[in-house]
């Protein structure tokens, strides 16, 4: 398995960005696909970006695409979530997951590691 350290969460108004960051340790990160899921009370985790393990290939969720991107450094062992035009219904704690699999999947089961996550708030 692989250790993973989310950050960057926080409180901001409608409209706003927030740039969250995973920082993953304990497996040759050049060779894992890294995804982002999100949970709110009551709620399954469900899925919101995932990318390659080289970062050629990226899938979203219906509900973020044009508004949320997904990145990494392979050099930094990060990855990244850059989300844009922010609202209130992106309010979730925030995961980020390591699947062994090289090729990204949206699919939870694929993915064996999980950060603490990190809560984003978006203020009406």
């Known amino acids: 398995q692989v250790q993973l350290v989310e950050s960057g969460g926080g409180l901001v108004q409608t409209g706003g960005s927030l740039r969250l960051s995973c920082v993953a340790s304990?497996?040759?990160?050049?060779?894992?696909?890294m995804g982002w899921f999100r949970q709110t009370p009551g709620k399954e985790r469900e899925f919101v970006a995932a990318i390659s393990r080289t970062g050629a290939g990226t899938a979203y969720a219906d509900s973020v695409k044009g508004r949320f991107t997904i990145s990494r450094d392979n050099d930094k062992n990060t990855v990244f979530l850059q989300m844009n035009f922010l609202s209130p219904e992106d309010t979730a704690v925030y995961y980020c997951?390591?699947?062994?699999?090289?090729?990204?999947?949206?699919?939870?089961?694929?993915?064996?590691?999980w950060g603490q996550g990190t809560q984003v708030t978006v203020s009406s």
């Open positions: 997951g390591a699947s062994p699999r090289g090729v990204l999947s949206t699919t939870r089961g694929a993915y064996d590691s």
């Open positions: 304990g497996r040759t990160f050049r060779s894992i696909a």
